[in-house]
């Protein structure tokens, strides 16, 4: 900290430096970037409990008595889908085409909603055959895991919206630039989530 | 003057991070569909015989896809934010292969050990 003084005056005049001079939102990214991390290590927690209790049926139903591959086949396309829309909603709010930003979230979000639809279809109809969260270890774990994702979908979709209203009364103004990249990193980042749910739940699930 | 060159530095390492290419994009998607469709026809044609190996493979999979993801469609790069997102995400991985790997291990000892009759207690170190 230093403090210069001004000796013209007859009194000396002492004025405090600023420390650091950060552009607004300069550090928005980086600290997006660490709540994802603890995000992902949430998602590492409920990836290692399902690990743990994923085969304890409980003498109810296994995972190839549930899942339905078809279905979530077509649920990750809609999730795939929905990153590469949300890429090129990037590429039109760099060229700064308030439209094409505006249609391509439309779509993302669009295909999000198709992903949580299929979800919930999913879930009610494992509930409605009795495959309810209390049955087994292995279904708690199942709903605890899948089911925040889907809720972590369900707010990127709110946010979504949202950022669609403020693009639309404000335009790609530099702060909803930033706030589209932070939603860019969320929704992308739940696609990587969700390579990890299809991958260690539903596939390896019906090798079990 | 150094304060503003470090804001400078910030803007650039933003550009960096977020700005992606049609190309990109584009075939970062066409590597998640290919990386997606050879594990679940791998599970549902059941074409490789041993389920071992077969889990093997599409656990494989799922790792170059998440790669591919990070690289393309949240363009990590060491560069991004002078370093610190890839640092934040090296600490975060050790992190997740400490959980997972120390939760299955520990409790699947634990199982293995409590199964009742297949050991004699006494036997026991």
Redesign the interface.
């Known amino acids: 900290m230093a403090s210069i003084a001004t000796t013209s005056g007859p009194e000396p005049v002492f004025h405090l430096e ?1 420390e ?4 607004e939102g ?2 928005t ?2 600290g997006f ?2 709540y994802l ?1 603890s995000d ?2 949430i998602f ?2 409920l ?3 399902y ?2 209790l994923g085969g304890n049926y409980a003498a109810g139903p296994a995972p190839k008595d549930l899942f339905d ?1 078809d279905l ?2 077509v649920n ?2 809609m999730l ?1 889908f929905s ?2 829309t949300y ?2 909603a ?2 039109a709010m ?1 060229k700064g085409r308030v439209a094409a930003t505006q249609a391509w979230l439309a779509v993302t979000a669009l295909f999000g909603l198709a992903f949580l639809s299929i979800e919930l279809y999913e879930f009610s109809h494992m509930i409605h055959e009795g495959a309810t969260p209390q049955r087994s270890a292995f279904l708690s774990s199942f709903f605890t895991l899948v089911g925040t994702h889907g809720l972590h979908v369900t707010f990127g979709l709110v946010w979504l919206v949202t950022l669609m209203t403020q693009v639309a009364r404000f335009g790609l103004i530099e702060a909803n630039r930033r706030r589209l ?1 932070c939603l ?2 969320f929704w ?2 739940l ?2 989530v969700w ?2 749910v ?3 739940v539903y ?2 699930g ?2 079990r | 003057m150094s ?2 060159e ?2 400078e530095g ?2 650039h ?2 550009g960096g ?6 190309r990109g ?2 075939i ?2 066409v590597l ?2 290919i990386l ?1 469709a050879i ?2 026809w791998l ?2 044609s059941g074409a490789i015989d041993d ?1 071992q190996a ?2 093997i493979v ?2 494989a ?2 790792v170059v ?2 790669v591919v ?2 690289v393309f ?2 363009h990590m790069n060491t560069a991004s ?1 002078g370093g ?2 890839m640092l ?2 090296i ?2 991985l050790i ?2 292969v400490i ?2 790997t ?3 291990w520990v ?1 699947y000892h634990l199982n293995a050990n409590m199964m009742p009759g297949l050991h004699d207690m006494r036997e026991m170190p």
Request: with cysteine.
């Open positions: 600023e650091h001079a950060h552009a300069s550090s990214m980086l970037w660490l991390m992902c290590l590492a927690m990836f290692a409990a690990g743990v591959l979530v086949a990750t396309a795939l990153s590469i890429g090129f990037m590429l760099d990249m860019s990193m992308h980042f696609d990587v390579i990890g299809f991958t260690f596939l390896m019906m090798l | 304060a503003h470090h804001a910030h803007d390492a933003h991070a977020a700005h992606g290419s049609f994009y584009l970062g998607f998640s569909v997606t594990p679940f599970v549902m389920k077969t889990a599409i656990m999979f799922a896809q998440i993801h990070m469609f949240l934010e610190w997102s934040a995400l600490f975060t992190l997740v959980v997972l120390g939760s299955l409790m």
